[in-house]
Structure formats: C-alpha cells, structure tokens
C-alpha cells in the first residue's frame, strides 16, 4: 500500500500533541515529507522527530502547498484556517483542519465552496466524536433509546484553567475564547447526538469578569491582563427548528466547583443521557414502571480502542486513520464539513447576539 504523503502546516502545540504523533503511530499507511511555522525552529524540529530530517521545512504555507502531498494537516490559530483550507483545496490537496472550522459562518462557508469546487475532502478536527462513550451514546441515539431529543446542554467549563501559551488570549488571532476553543468541541458532540443541525436563532452573553484579577490560583500560572483580550466565560441559548432546546456553557475561569469539558446532556421521549465528572456515561430512564440509571462499562476495552492513551485506538488516531481511509476510499468521513459549518455558525450567533443584546436569527 503505497503511503498518503502529509503536509503539516503549523507545528505548534497542537500538532505536537494530537496530529504528529497520530500518523506517526499510522506510519505503515502515511508519512510527513513537509513541515511550516512562521517559526522556523519549530518546523525544524518537528522534521526531524517525524520524519528523521528526511522531509522539506518550509516558513511559507504557500511554497509547501507547491510540493507532490496527497493531503495537508491545518494547525494553525484560528484566523488562518479558512485562508490556508482554502488555498490547499484549491492546490489540490485533501485538507484535515482543527477546531474550529473558522472564526466566522462567511470565512467556513468559503472553506465548503471550495471543498465542493475542487473535488477533494475536507474534515475539521473534532476528535471527542471517536471517545468510547461518544460512540456508544451516538449508537443509542440511532436505535431511538432516547425518543425525541427536545432539550440538551453542551458543557465546557474549567474552574481555572486559562491556557496562557501560544494566541489563546488574543482575540485578533483567534476569533474568540473558551466558547470557541472548548464549547466548539462540546456544541460539537451535542449536535452529533442529536443528529440535529439546523438552529433557528441563538441568543447568547460573553463576559471578562476574571481577565484582570491577579494570583488566580490558574492551572498554567497567572495569566497577563493586559493580554487577555477574549472572553473568559460566554454563554448560549439556541432554539432549533423543531423546537428542540440547547443551552452551551464555556469558560475557562469560572467559580463553579462541578467544572468539566467535551461533554453533553440528552433529554428525550423516552430516556436522557449525561456525562457526569466521576462516569463517562450515565442513561437514565423508566422502564416497567421504575425509575432506572445505567452506567456502561467502558474499562474492557473493545476491536478499534483501549484503555489508555497514545496508540492506535486513541481517539486523535482514530481520527487520523479515518481521514486516511477517506482519501483512500475505503471509508467515510465521521466529522463532515456540512456539520462543522454549523457548531461555526451557531458560535459567530453567540458573539454576534452578545454584542447587540438581541437575538440572531438563522436564514
């Protein structure tokens, strides 16, 4: 099997920690031949730990784009996805770009207008979809355990834990805060369960309560104030088209004891689901006239995961293989462009409703 060539485009913090060490767990079936960073050093490194100084280092994204790839790994901050998405697909590349797909609904829908013009594929980089428990709860949904799904909440609050690296802080580069950094993955999940994509208008409050308070007891050390310009906490209220409910909370900072991240609340006809900090999956529900609460054992194991972290049934690389066996053909992307669009849109309404203090309403 003759290995998909990759291109990484930015080598920072996220292709060190999901990206690069997912093909290189998958390095029967792929290689990384070409590596940029506006930081050379960066792109350097990232060469010889994956590919053994072999391949091409590059400060331009457009100069890589030039190269013989079958595919380009987009980890870039958040204003340069949709320009450099848009670029690859056009060069002829098929493009995995991380979350979020892009900072506004205008500069994502460019991204699927050139999916749709250059033929090639394009998936955004919402790995939680392959956690065991994500899929299970997916799998219940499909077989109707849950009846109608008319309300849900998307959680992603940290108590303190604002990530002071990288342009996290600065709302120039990345569109936004937690909302579009953690609540992106959350909203994410929710709308994947539901199988329910299409809002019909989105109210939402941003708040910088906490950005100038000093000795904040911050997991990554005290933030600056003067560079932490994006909200530390936003908050949304989305009413779908069938009537359904979706309340998103996302901060970084918050003084909230129950914190937790990347997860979802169901409530349907006929059973709910949540992911409560101490289980990765409760199902309650009534059943022969009694109240019941399920709690699946995922510690076993299964054929396409384990227990643990860091090999071929991690969720980044399972995300990694699919994306592979999408460009082969011989399987079907999880994460679609149509859906991503959407978590996208819903969080620009959130933005946009919180600077005008009115509703915002979906064509």
């Known amino acids: ?20 060490p997912s093909y290189k767990n998958l390095a029967d079936e792929a290689e990384m031949v070409a590596f940029c960073d506006i930081i050379e050093e960066r792109a350097q490194k990232a060469n010889v730990e994956y590919a053994a100084g072999k391949g091409k280092v590059f400060t331009d994204y457009k100069k ?9 790994c987009v980890c870039t901050p958040n204003v340069s996805h949709s320009e450099i998405t848009v670029a690859a697909l056009n060069a002829g ?6 979350k979020p797909m892009a900072i506004n609904y205008e500069e994502a829908k460019a991204m699927l207008d050139a999916k749709a013009k250059s033929g090639k594929i394009l998936t955004i980089g919402y790995q939680n979809r392959y956690r065991p428990e994500v899929k299970y709860l997916k799998e219940e949904a499909e077989k109707g355990t849950f009846g109608e799904i008319y309300f849900a909440r998307a959680k992603a609050v940290r108590r303190r834990a604002v990530p002071t690296w990288g342009v996290f802080l600065d709302e120039e580069k ?28 989105a109210v939402g409050t941003v708040y910088h309560k906490l950005n100038d308070q000093t000795r904040t007891a911050n997991a990554w050390g005290d933030w600056d104030p003067e560079k932490f310009t994006v909200e530390d906490s936003a908050f949304g209220f989305v009413v779908m088209e069938n009537g359904a409910t979706i309340s998103i909370d996302s901060s970084w900072a918050l003084n909230y004891a129950d914190a937790g991240e990347a997860q979802t ?17 409760r199902i309650n529900g009534v059943n022969n006239g009694r109240q019941y609460i399920t709690v699946p054992d995922f510690a ?35 994460v679609l462009p149509e859906q991503a669009i959407v978590v996208t849109r819903i969080l620009d309404a959130i933005y946009q409703s919180a600077k005008t203090g009115k509703p915002v309403y979906f064509d």
């Open 1 to 20: 099997m003759e290995k998909i060539k990759i291109g990484i485009i930015g080598c920072g913090g996220i292709a060190n920690g999901k990206h690069m």
């Open 64 to 72: 890589l784009l030039q190269e013989d790839l079958d595919a380009v």
């Open 93 to 98: 590349k098929h493009v995995i770009c991380e």
């Open 174 to 201: 990345q569109g936004g805060g937690p909302l579009i950094d953690i609540g992106t993955h959350s909203l994410d999940l929710t709308l994947y369960v539901m199988n329910n994509y299409r809002p019909k208008y």
């Open 265 to 281: 609340l169901i409530c349907g006809t006929k059973a709910g689901a949540d992911m409560p900090n101490d289980q990765k999956l």
């Open 300 to 334: 076993a194991g299964g054929v396409d995961f384990f227990s643990g972290s860091g090999g071929i049934g991690d969720p980044a690389t399972i995300e990694a293989k699919t994306f592979l066996d999408a460009i082969r053909g011989k399987g079907e992307l999880v």
